[in-house]
């Protein structure tokens, strides 16, 4: 029997209204069910540059079993270009006999705001840290202001316990509002973060979230190869450029120290072993600094290190300018380099400060 | 107040749930009355007040010409409301670029004063509000559509919000009687405005946002970049100004469905176009409809010689592109799509006496071969377009043909671009084979609820960090 346009219409009102309906339901779903899947399953689609690295983490942890001795480095490219954790590892393996696990956490531009709110996740997730160590990078301390890192903290990438650290540096005086805000529209909120972690080629240039660059090996040390003699002058030249001016009037900024001492102080109410090592940088960058600025600058560390009990190493000379790919950033036979100073000089008294690691070791 | 934004999503929403709580016909046209002069006057109160005032010397005038009376009189009216529109759009647009092209023939000339710039803001939406003005006189004084009695019914068609900043430019005949017609709600109309939003929405925000990520770099410093990334931003640039324009045009006629209003088509696949002559057909219908209807006929239109018509397409298409902007880029623009459209004329009457080149022209083969060398034409036009002065769009005509290697490295993904690409030819495909009216009205309901969702869960996820303002707001 035909239908008559009356009916038609009938139908095509109902068709429409459960097509918004199902529409409608569907929505509230998909935002309800990414929502959770970021809280708990997925945290790389909120945060992947620290996320992505503390999965990893997790997993290392878990295959090792047992209690496996933990050294960690937070800070920002150099530290991951210098700090080459499986070469440490190794060498920890060979001295306690125990199993270790070395992992670098390190990110670009990471000042001490970075590395205060990562050791902070690091502790709310009850990760065991038997060593932690603190790049401190006076690089990470020349931008006045607010801590440059402080913009790479936009409210979406933020977990509810970094929201009070943050705001305590970040010009954004609406975090808490903001981070509430598109809460429950997460397609929306965390899409930059889920863009770059699912399919970076999506993403426009200057949406790109900082991740290392270059190859990094699978406990994300940054691999740079030895440059050319006449790419590395190319590079040392631009390296002068950017940074002769600030470097000659370095002056650290104040709020980057207090986020250093920040640091300091959560190191030290969680009993966490912590040491402090001032970036090496090769001669070129050296030599830009204002000597007495400089001495100084180390000697308000070295105070700050001793006033919370973290010890403070100064690795400013380890290497020379042909362990650079910049003067800034160690390549791979710096790295190495770097890797057996600290071994010798942070882990090796470190290890004796500690018998009981050592007799574990021993006794096996 | 754009329609992409938190802002507009809420000022909606009042003014959905006002208008439908409200019983009664005439609340509901005061009421978006209401809402377009707030939707306006959050750009500017005093050019708010400018469309007012401007409007309503327009209502006046149409009715003064609707009375039976003298012609010359009628006549008269009509060329005060006629050069008080076009001098409303001189004054605003195209004074500045007047006196600064005047300067520069003085200066050229030697002279060594200049006659000093005005200090005007240009009001947004101008050029397609003015543009309706006219077309309603005008068809008032052709006696095609009689002059609005109701001074409210006469100002929502010319601000009612959804086409008031960037068009579709809305015809008298079209507008008017729907502002006599109470409103019922329906579920069907409804489902149809969230179908267009969407699809504009996603246009908008996923497309043309995103291109305008990539595309913005290389136009603000072309010299920096290599060719083949300024030929990769041709592309991505073709791709978001359609995506900005038609997908603002989808959002307009989607809030206008929302509220019971059908705006006209604006758009129909421009980029499948055999020929420009077609591609004009599909390209921002409203514009050129009103070109062909109030400039290309009066002119005399095809009915005189082959150079009269040429000359007619000329003039109408250089006039089209003045209407873009007051600068000469869109002037020497404009003056070659027209020299394209002669082209074509001649190149049609000339295939067609070749039996052999018409069947091929017409062979799937030979369409594919015409929509892609149209296409190719088009971009290449756009470079212009976008360009910001002669000389750079100069530079960057030169760069695109003799190769440069560059300083900065492309901010165009080649990936991205293509998936862009890929997605728009689907859309188009599903359009072209028939599945679109199954999709919006025949797919199962629960189906094609869920592909709501998805598209806009889709569109948020792909919008870029900062948001642009609509291309065709400047015009």
């Not at chain 1, 503390?54 to 920002?76: C, H, N, Y």
């Not at chain 1, 060593?131 to 936009?154: M, S």
């Not at chain 2, 770099?217 to 991505?236: D, G, I, T």
Request: glycine share 6%; with cysteine.
């Amino acid at each position: 029997m035909p239908i008559s346009s009356t009916s038609r219409l009938v139908l095509l009102q109902a068709r429409s209204l459960r097509t918004l309906c199902w529409a409608l339901g569907t929505l509230v779903l998909l935002q309800f069910g990414l929502r959770l899947a970021i809280d708990h399953l997925w945290p790389e689609l909120r945060d992947p540059t620290f996320e992505v690295k503390a999965r990893r983490l997790r997993q290392f942890l878990d295959r090792a079993g047992g209690q496996p001795l933990t050294v960690l480095a937070v800070g920002s490219s150099v530290t991951g270009n210098a700090f080459h954790a499986r070469l440490l590892e190794e060498w920890l393996a060979r001295q306690t006999g125990r199993k270790v696990v070395a992992v670098n956490m390190s990110t670009q531009g990471a000042g001490p705001l970075t590395q205060l709110i990562w050791t902070n996740r690091l502790i709310q997730r009850r990760t065991p840290v038997d060593l932690l160590c603190i790049e401190a990078n006076p690089l990470t301390y020349c931008h006045p202001g607010y801590p440059e890192d402080a913009n790479r903290f936009p409210a979406w990438l933020l977990l509810e316990e970094d929201l009070d650290i943050v705001q305590r540096y970040s010009p954004d005086t609406d975090l808490r509002h903001n981070w509430r805000h598109h809460r429950w529209v997460p397609f929306y909120q965390h899409r930059l973060a889920m863009l770059n972690y699912l399919s970076p080629n999506l993403v426009p240039t200057r949406d790109r979230m900082a991740t290392q660059g270059g190859a990094v090996d699978d406990r994300f040390w940054a691999i740079l190869p030895p440059r050319s003699p006449e790419h590395l002058q190319r590079s040392l030249a631009q390296a002068r450029g950017w940074y002769e001016k600030p470097l000659q009037h370095f002056t650290p900024n104040q709020r980057c120290l207090q986020a250093f001492e920040e640091l300091l102080a959560l190191v030290q109410k969680q009993r966490l072993s912590a040491v402090v090592v001032f970036t090496p940088q090769g001669p070129m960058m050296r030599g830009l600094f204002h000597p007495p600025a400089l001495r100084a600058f180390k000697q308000r560390l070295a105070e700050l290190c001793h006033r919370h009990g973290v010890d403070f190493v100064d690795a400013h000379d380890w290497l020379d300018e042909d362990h650079f790919t910049d003067s800034i950033h160690p390549n791979t036979i710096g790295a190495e380099r770097y890797a057996r100073r600290l071994a010798e000089e942070v882990l090796r008294p470190w290890l004796h400060q500690r018998p009981g690691l050592l007799q574990r070791a021993s006794l096996r | 107040m754009l329609f992409c934004s938190e802002v507009y999503l809420y000022f909606f929403l009042v003014v959905f749930t006002a208008y439908w709580a409200i019983a009664w016909h005439r609340g509901r046209v005061w009421l978006l009355l209401v809402a377009s002069f707030y939707f306006y006057a959050c750009w500017n109160q005093w050019l708010a007040l400018l469309i007012g005032v401007s409007t309503m010397i327009d209502y006046t005038l149409a009715r003064g010409m609707d009375a039976p009376g003298w012609h010359r009189w009628r006549k008269g009216l009509l060329l005060v409301s006629i050069v008080g529109n076009l001098g409303l759009l001189c004054y605003f647009k195209y004074m500045n670029f007047f006196l600064e092209s005047l300067n520069q023939s003085l200066h050229a000339l030697g002279a060594s004063t200049s006659l000093p710039l005005l200090q005007v803001i240009l009001p947004v939406g101008i050029s397609f509000y003015t543009f309706e003005a006219i077309n309603y006189t005008v068809d008032v004084y052709r006696r095609k559509v009689p002059a609005e009695r109701n001074l409210a019914n006469f100002m929502l068609f010319i601000t009612f919000f959804p086409h008031l900043v960037a068009g579709p430019i809305v015809r008298a005949r079209d507008f008017l009687p729907q502002t006599h017609r109470p409103k019922k709600w329906n579920w069907a109309r409804l489902n149809l405005g969230v179908q267009f939003f969407l699809m504009g929405l996603f246009k908008k925000l996923a497309i043309a946002d995103r291109m305008a990520c990539f595309v913005d770099p290389v136009f603000e410093n072309p010299a920096l970049y290599p060719s083949h990334a300024l030929w990769m931003a041709m592309f991505a640039y073709a791709l978001q100004v359609y995506g900005d324009f038609s997908g603002y045009t989808d959002m307009a006629i989607g809030s206008a469905h929302l509220l019971g209003y059908k705006l006209a088509q604006n758009f129909n696949m421009p980029y499948i176009a055999r020929d420009i002559a077609e591609f004009w057909r599909r390209w921002h219908i409203s514009l050129s409809l009103w070109l062909r209807d109030y400039l290309f006929i009066p002119l005399g239109g095809s009915r005189g010689t082959n150079w009269q018509t040429n000359r007619n397409l000329l003039i109408t298409m250089t006039l089209g592109g003045l209407w873009h902007g007051a600068s000469w880029v869109f002037v020497i623009w404009g003056i070659i799509q027209g020299l394209l459209l002669v082209i074509h004329r001649t190149f049609s009457a000339w295939a067609q006496t070749r039996p052999l080149l018409s069947r091929f022209l017409h062979s799937p083969l030979g369409t594919v071969w015409c929509v892609m060398v149209t296409f190719f034409i088009f971009c290449l036009t756009l470079m212009l377009f976008r360009s910001q002065s002669l000389s750079q769009a100069g530079l960057i005509f030169h760069n695109l043909f003799v190769f440069v290697p560059g300083t900065e490295s492309s901010p165009v993904h080649v990936s991205g671009l293509l998936y862009t690409y890929l997605v728009v030819a689907v859309c188009h495909a599903v359009a072209l084979l028939g599945y679109r009216r199954w999709l919006a009205f025949k797919m199962p309901a629960p189906l094609a609820g869920i592909a709501y969702a998805v598209v806009l869960c889709l569109t948020l996820l792909l919008t870029p960090a900062s948001g642009k303002a609509f291309i065709y707001f400047q015009f």
